[in-house]
T-cell receptor
Framework: EIVLTQSPGTLSLSPGERATLSCRAS???????LAWYQQKPGQAPRLLIY???SRAPGIADRFSGGGSGTDFTLTISRLEPEDFAMYYC?????????FGQGTKLEIK | EVQLVESGGGLVQPGGSLRLSCAGS????????LSWVRQAPGKGLEWVAN??????????VDSVKGRFTISRDNAKNSLYMQMNSLRVDDTAVYYC???FGSGSYKYWGQGTLVTVSS
């Protein structure tokens, strides 16, 4: 089983700032099958990034993903008020398709 | 428009059983892998199980193996999860999700709450 560790647990930033979220895998994620999701309270997760760096349809270009192998990042270039939420990474290279424990992005 | 609608959640005692359903519409149901993902109250996302288009390839997270059974009926555009020997730590919102491309999840249901409590 691939274990995903996200850091930091909580990130406190202000609107307009840049956010960088990290996801580290316990073993290499083949084919960069790594996704990022945003979740707000009471809502289902929303896919932001798949294949480590491809934006899902309809996702703003301020969201970008990068990395390969065991180290991945999600970057939000300029935070908008609606971006403050929970963020999860997920690997789908092998079953079980594990999620990271999440990063809470909160307003400073 | 792709839609996934879960049903079947509720309150059940420890050791009891429950069957969740997920109805899909707006896409060719029989051509996609489908999954169940759960989220305990105030906790993160946990992948539970998935099933291929034909029902011939199935995977589970270790914590539910031998207790949960995922299945599908392509004629009814429906996904199921039979949950037996339920435990308090199975309490969660259960989402069904459809594969997008190679296995990420763009499409999710609204979730159904399962509460295991005496």
């Amino acid at each position: 089983e691939i274990v995903l560790t996200q850091s930091p647990g909580t990130l406190s930033l202000s609107p307009g700032e840049r956010a960088t979220l990290s996801c580290r895998a316990s073993q290499s994620v083949s084919s960069n099958y790594l996704a990022w999701y945003q979740q707000k309270p009471g809502q289902a997760p929303r896919l932001l990034i798949y294949g480590a760096s491809s934006r899902a349809p309809g996702i703003a270009d301020r969201f970008s993903g990068g990395g390969s192998g065991t180290d991945f990042t999600l970057t939000i270039s300029r935070l908008e008020p609606e971006d403050f939420a929970m963020y999860y990474c997920q690997q789908y290279a092998s079953s079980p398709r594990t999620f990271g424990q999440g990063t809470k992005l909160e307003i400073k | 428009e792709v839609q996934l609608v879960e049903s079947g959640g509720g309150l059940v005692q420890p050791g009891g059983s429950l069957r969740l359903s997920c109805a899909g519409s707006g896409f060719t149901f029989s051509t996609y892998w489908l999954s169940w993902v759960r989220q305990a109250p105030g906790k993160g996302l946990e992948w539970v199980a998935n099933i291929n288009q034909y029902g011939s390839e199935i995977y589970y997270v270790d914590s539910v193996k031998g207790r949960f059974t995922i299945s599908r009926d392509n004629a009814k555009n429906s996904l199921y999860m039979q949950m037996n020997s339920l435990r308090v730590d199975d309490t969660a919102v259960y989402y069904c999700a459809r594969d997008f491309g190679s296995g990420s999840y763009k499409y999710w249901g609204q979730g159904t709450l399962v509460t295991v409590s005496s």
